[in-house]
T-cell receptor, first 112, second 114 residues
């Protein structure tokens, strides 16, 4: 099946630092989504991207739909303790339009 | 109001038993899904239903049988539970059928098979 390669798998940062993570696919995607999962909860949608080159912000979060349509990036600026969690990219390809495939997740840990 | 709700949140059972997980969404969405999250947190789609019609069945063992009595409900029944079935099962919903947009997830049902 289709695979998304998300990196890094984990990050350990100091409070206040900026964070970057990315996701790549082997095929062209029409939609990129970024989710956050807190312990014991379901993933919650952060940002949705629908157009190549699109750059969208949600507070301190910014995500971009790569020009090649095979990648996406998520940046978090000035991290705070509540940013801790697992971040997932998800995408919809042309071939598999009826489902979202997910990356392996990036586990973010913040030292106060 | 919880948009996507699933019950139970925790389920502990013995190998060989049969169990069910229920899901309901009040978002008015047409499509509902079951995802499985393993111990490494990898999320993998199992099934999707659109207006009670099975759309996706991702090579899931026959012991897993989804049932959608109406478009707001999607239940998951598992027969003859195995140790490897231990995971967190997430229900989700989205609008549209031909091309899935944003998924909205429930809080998950953690299944532990002993």
């Amino acid at each position: 099946g289709q695979q998304l390669n998300q990196s890094p798998q984990s990050m350990f940062i100091q409070e206040g630092e900026d964070v970057s993570m990315n996701c790549t696919s082997s095929s062209i995607f029409n939609t990129w989504l970024w989710y956050k999962q807190d312990p014991g909860e379901g993933p919650v949608l952060l940002i949705a991207l629908y157009k190549a080159g699109e750059l969208t912000s949600n507070g301190r979060l910014t995500a971009q739909f790569g020009i090649t349509r095979k990648d996406s990036f998520l940046n978090i600026s000035a991290s705070i303790p509540s940013d801790v969690g697992i971040y997932f990219c998800a995408g919809r390809s042309i071939q598999g339009a009826q489902k979202l495939v997910f990356g392996q997740g990036t586990r973010l840990t913040i030292n106060p | 109001d919880t948009a996507v709700s699933q019950t139970p949140k925790y389920l502990v059972t013995q190998m060989g038993n049969d169990k069910s997980i229920k899901c309901e969404q009040n978002l008015g969405h047409d499509t509902m899904y079951w995802y499985k999250q393993d111990s490494k947190k990898f999320l993998k789609i199992m099934f999707s239903y659109n207006n009670k019609e099975l759309i996706i069945n991702e090579t899931v063992p026959n012991r897993f049988s989804p049932k959608s009595p109406d478009k707001a409900h999607l239940n998951l029944h598992i027969n003859s539970l195995e140790l490897g079935d231990s995971a967190v099962y997430f229900c989700a919903s989205s609008q549209g059928r031909l091309a899935v947009q944003e998924l909205f997830f429930g809080e998950g049902s953690r299944l532990t098979v002993l």
